[in-house]
């Protein structure tokens, strides 16, 4: 028994060393403790770019090409594979993760070529197609809280309502003049917490719904980690995309550095708050630095950074192992991937950080109030209207609407009987 205690008394204070060595390393990159950051970041503050020409521009939007589909990389097979961590519905994650990202890029375009100025964009601007992705990833954030409980013809419809709520808040937050010196270029707030929030209004109030059925059986495995490794590996395009030629290099390096920061607190909290690391944690708290240091990306130094990086990482690894049965008992619902953790409270804790930079408190925190209950309206709202499209018949599986086979190459099945339509004839011939 004293060993027992001995050992773990030792983990403990391992773990807290390795955190307190995290820390100093980020102190390290502060232009107060290193000159060579101090030197770097004033030859930065007062670079002039020259005069735009069409050539420069043409220039600029070939790099931004690059980014833009380093983006749909994270959309597609990051978000994608990520969300395969629901045993049983790989078929149906993926499938969603297509439909809702074809609909919210061509969609978002549409709505904002028309409309006035302060609202329309140009549709075959590089930019626009940029802004349209970042709808999508906000969508695909949103998705993953009932993820497993809808019908594909669901995840359709909450797409078709989600983006012009998305453009509603963006538009409100950025360009209404509501919230003057508003920061948050790399969508900390109007991407991650919309996202998150939304989806928390869809499942609220549903856990009646389908108290009869299974729970979600997550097994985080090979495949999801390949998802976080893909998230982490192009967030920096992600936050650089639209920055100014002159801050993409700072912007890439603040978003590697905070990535760094939340995977190593995530392995230190989660090994400490578990016992044993939970790879769930690894796959998406590990992201939390680049959600939360979205909002000053392209205005802070590495260390501060770094250091939000490591707020994040430990922020989300506790909404994972502590926070979220106690969010869910509050909304009566489930959160099935877990988007309050990863996007929703780093979201926020990215928005509060603007305030450190434009030190306007009022605007910071009314765009962050205004996001998170703007969309969990609408997200409620969204739910009601995919009520009434049914209850998928097969929670959390994808026997309902796919053709599924077992390791032996045989159709798998799942209460078919209880599948609408149903035919043993039709799954017999369909195999042959």
Same mark, same amino acid.
């Given at each position: ?30 232009p ?35 980014r ?32 809702v ?43 993953g ?24 808040n ?13 920061l ?33 059986d ?111 008992? @509050? +909304?009566? &619902?489930?959160? =099935?991937?877990?988007?309050?953790? *990863?996007? $929703?409270?780093?979201? %926020? /804790?990215?928005?509060? !950080? ?17 996001t998170?209950?703007?969309? @969990? +309206?609408? &997200?409620?709202? =969204?739910?009601?209207?995919?009520? *009434?499209? $049914?209850?998928?018949? %097969? /929670?959390?599986?994808? !026997? ?33």
């Open positions: 028994m004293s060993q027992s205690v001995n050992n773990s008394g030792t983990k403990g204070t391992i773990l807290l060393l390795f955190l307190l060595i995290t820390a100093v390393i980020a102190i390290g990159f502060t107060a403790m290193n000159p060579n950051v101090a030197a770097g970041m004033y030859t930065i503050s007062n670079s002039q770019l020259a005069p735009a020409t069409a050539t420069t521009n043409v220039i600029f939007d070939t790099f931004k090409y690059g833009s589909i380093d983006i749909l990389a994270m959309l597609l097979a990051g978000f994608g594979f990520l969300m395969v961590c629901v045993r049983k519905h790989g078929y149906s994650s993926i499938t969603a993760t297509f439909l990202v074809s609909i919210a890029i061509p969609l978002y375009m549409l709505i904002k070529s028309f409309g006035g100025p302060h609202f329309a964009m140009p549709t075959t601007s590089i930019d626009t197609l940029i802004c349209g992705e970042f709808a999508a990833a906000s969508l695909l954030i949103a998705i809280a009932p993820l497993g409980r809808l019908k594909m013809e669901q995840y359709f419809l909450m797409a078709l309502l989600f983006v012009p709520a998305y453009i509603l963006e538009w409100l937050i950025l360009y209404s003049g509501l919230f003057p010196n508003f948050d270029t790399g969508g900390s707030v109007v991407i991650h917490a919309f996202g998150a929030y939304f989806g928390l209004g869809v499942v609220a109030t549903t856990l009646s719904r389908f108290k009869e059925g299974p729970e979600a997550s097994v985080s495995n090979q495949f999801s980690l390949l998802g976080g490794i893909v998230l982490w590996l192009f967030w920096p395009s992600f936050t650089s995309a639209l920055v100014t030629p002159d801050k993409v290099v700072l912007t890439v390096i603040n978003t590697v550095l905070a990535l760094c920061g939340a995977t190593l607190t995530t392995y230190i909290f989660s090994k400490q708050i578990r016992g044993k690391i939970e790879i769930a944690d690894i796959a998406n708290a590990a992201l939390a630095g680049g959600v939360a240091i979205g909002s000053i990306c392209n205005m802070t130094n590495p260390g501060y950074a770094m250091l939000i990086g490591i707020v994040a990482g430990g922020l989300s690894t506790v909404g994972f192992a502590i926070v979220a049965p106690k969010l869910e008992k @509050f +909304i009566k &619902g489930t959160d =099935t991937c877990g988007v309050h953790n *990863l996007h $929703g409270m780093p979201g %926020v /804790l990215g928005g509060i !950080t603007g305030i450190l930079v434009t030190g306007a408190v009022g605007s910071q925190l009314g765009g962050i109030v205004t998170v209950v703007l969309a @969990f +309206i609408t &997200g409620r709202v =969204t739910g009601m209207a995919l009520d *009434l499209l $049914g209850t998928k018949a %097969v /929670l959390y599986s994808d !026997t309902e609407e796919f053709f599924v086979t077992d390791s032996a190459g045989e159709f798998a099945s799942e209460a078919p009987e209880t599948i609408p339509g149903w035919d043993p004839a039709v799954t017999v011939s369909s195999k042959n």
